[in-house]
């Protein structure tokens, strides 16, 4: 199909997805330069700093991309033509209808809230008294938010005492005007005329004190780590509707039964920590509860048959979740040994792929850093994480006594996909107990 065969054009403009957004970026154009697009299928995908969404043709017609992905924009921007086989009366028509769709879109950019362009102290939408009164103030009204008619800036919304201070401010018409542009304050200008009026020089030297704003320094791209990170855990929140359920646990026995125990390694120069019990806990408790040890795949939904507890540990690289495999079958000794090898490996950067993969649950402690209770991001495509907190003394009531016991915190996040409300708190309620009651330890396979 020849060029002379498109008769018209469409504009494509980037859209203006609410009131409060003034600028979005596409992201992904669905159709190549030149290519062939039906209206009413999807064009292009947006992202403006709420959500991501795809937009769809006006028009069917051949593509021309004028912006292409990952470039910010303000909102109405011309961004694509679309040339149609509509009947025009010439090729002069064709090009005056798309300079008209331009210059209406550019007209309505005009009105678009402040942020959009750079407008003048007159082109701000402010009422005449309001105008007057901070033009004579040499207020800077770029700041100010209207309570008006469609956002008019209204007398009320000017700062307090502006109208009072303006009577005791003697200034020439130009240096209030001068003062107004700049965003100089008159009450702090000493003015050198007549009577201490402030002159246009007097604000002119005020203008070379006010320090030149400092040019923020360029983005840098997210690679490495830190862009896989940065994916996997937005993600994990935009894809997976997260509930969490938060308990508090008195852990006064669990601290004594880690004293008991590792007086009784000591001999072999071995320290149990409490990641790796609240590992072997947990793997307990989804013994019990195997429906926490679930991911949905795009294959469906996979029971998995290994109890794979990965713990989140903090990098110079940042987050890792190295993994501690069959963690049920393993008692405390060994997977304190496992758990001391595969860290040592992730800080040092030598970690294996098998030694950050094929987790089932994890677990992440915040308790070294004295935060109490917080909502972890399950890591994906796992379907729950536990939070732990730190372990601290607390007054707590017991048989009706106020006595001091160790008291600490746990957080579980679940994809409320694949597990309900009330099995996750079950879930979460025996591990509390393993906590409280160390005595069920003895009851575990070793």
């Not at 005329?193 to 704003?213: F, S, Y």
Request: aromatic content about 4%; proline content about 6%; charged content about 25%.
């Amino acid at each position: 199909m020849s060029d002379q065969e498109f008769t018209s054009s469409y504009q494509v403009v980037m859209p203006r997805l609410g009131l409060t957004m003034v600028e979005g970026k596409i992201v992904e154009w669905y159709k190549k330069n030149g290519g062939w697009v039906d209206k009413g299928e999807p064009l292009f995908s947006i992202e403006n700093e709420k959500a991501t969404l795809d937009i769809e043709s006006p028009a069917s017609g051949k593509l021309e991309i004028q912006i292409e992905p990952d470039i910010v924009v303000p909102i109405l921007s011309p961004v694509g033509l679309i040339h149609t086989r509509e009947k025009s009366s010439s090729h002069h028509a064709v090009q005056k209808e798309v300079q008209a769709t331009t210059a209406t879109a550019a007209s309505t950019m005009e009105k678009a809230p402040a942020g959009v362009t750079n407008k003048s102290f007159d082109q701000i939408r402010i009422s005449p008294r309001a105008r007057k009164v901070a033009r004579e103030a040499g207020l800077n009204i770029d700041q100010i938010s209207g309570s008006g008619i469609r956002g008019m800036i209204v007398t009320a919304d000017l700062p307090e005492k502006t109208v009072e201070g303006l009577r005791a401010i003697k200034a020439t018409p130009v240096a209030r005007k001068m003062a107004a542009e700049a965003g100089v304050d008159l009450a702090g200008v000493t003015g050198t005329g007549p009577r201490g009026m402030v002159c246009k020089e007097d604000v002119e030297r005020c203008k070379k004190t006010i320090p030149a704003p400092v040019e923020p320094s360029a983005p840098e791209p997210l690679i490495g780590l830190r862009k896989v990170i940065a994916e996997r855990l937005g993600k994990s929140w935009n894809e997976r509707p997260q509930a969490n359920l938060t308990t508090e646990v008195d852990a006064s026995l669990f601290v004594k039964a880690r004293k008991q125990i590792n007086q009784e390694l000591s001999k072999k120069e071995i320290k149990i920590s409490y990641n790796t019990l609240m590992i072997k806990l947990v793997a307990q408790a989804i013994i019990e509860h195997p429906y926490m040890n679930v991911s949905l795949l795009p294959e469906g939904l996979q029971q998995h048959n290994q109890v794979n507890v990965g713990l989140a540990v903090d990098t110079p690289r940042g987050l890792m979740v190295p993994v501690v495999r069959d963690a049920d079958h393993k008692n405390f000794e060994c997977i304190q040994q496992d758990l001391d090898a595969v860290i040592q490996r992730t800080l040092a950067g030598n970690a294996t792929w098998d030694d950050v993969t094929g987790g089932t649950f994890t677990i992440t402690n915040l308790g070294a850093f004295d935060i109490d209770a917080f909502t972890p991001l399950i890591n994906p495509p796992e379907s729950a994480i536990l939070g732990i907190g730190r372990i601290h003394e607390k007054p707590v009531v017991v048989d009706g006594q106020i006595v001091v016991h160790e008291m600490m915190s746990l957080s579980i996040s679940f994809d409320h996909r694949l597990i309900d409300g009330a099995p996750a708190a079950r879930f979460l309620q025996r591990v509390k107990q393993f906590i409280e009651q160390p005595f069920l330890w003895s009851l575990w396979d070793k």
